[in-house]
């Protein structure tokens, strides 16, 4: 299957019309190995205006297709989800990791589940970032 069929299929799967920007963003981060910050974003996908890449960001994050990973300044970067997000929650168990060096954010899982428990609170979901050095920069 090429990587545009594999897309389409997976937005039909979550009930999203495989428009043209939903699958150049897509295939951006799905051949990435590294989340995609929002700018570089905005580079590829040239054509389309603020509001659609605002639109098409916010419509696969709600079918828990991508999420945010991190917040970094003035940038947004975004990763794909794995298959434990669907329509209702995205549900995480990794780690952003932000290089310091190159300044590159990147998924990484855990060798054992994060296991995050506060006392008295009832937690939904939690977002980990750790910075230092990635593989390249190390
Ligand atoms: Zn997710
Ligand atoms: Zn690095
Ligand atoms: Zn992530």
Redesign the pocket.
């Known amino acids: 299957m090429d990587i545009n069929t594999e897309l389409k299929d997976l937005l039909h799967r979550r009930k999203l019309k495989a428009t043209s920007s939903r699958l150049e963003l897509l295939s951006l981060m799905k051949q990435s190995e590294r989340a995609v910050s929002y700018s570089e974003i905005q580079q590829v996908l040239s054509d389309a205006d603020r509001v659609t890449i605002y639109r098409t960001l916010n419509a696969l994050s709600d079918h828990g297709i991508i999420h945010k990973a991190q917040v970094d300044g003035n940038d947004t970067y975004y990763a794909m989800c794995d298959t434990t997000c669907d329509d209702h929650h995205h549900h995480h168990d990794h780690v952003h990791f932000h290089?310091t060096?190159?300044g590159?954010v990147t998924c990484v899982t855990t060798p054992k589940p994060l296991n995050i428990r506060l006392a008295g609170h009832e937690i939904e979901s939690y977002e980990v970032l750790a910075k230092g050095?990635?593989k390249?920069?190390a």
């Open positions: 290089c060096k190159c590159q050095l990635c390249l920069c």
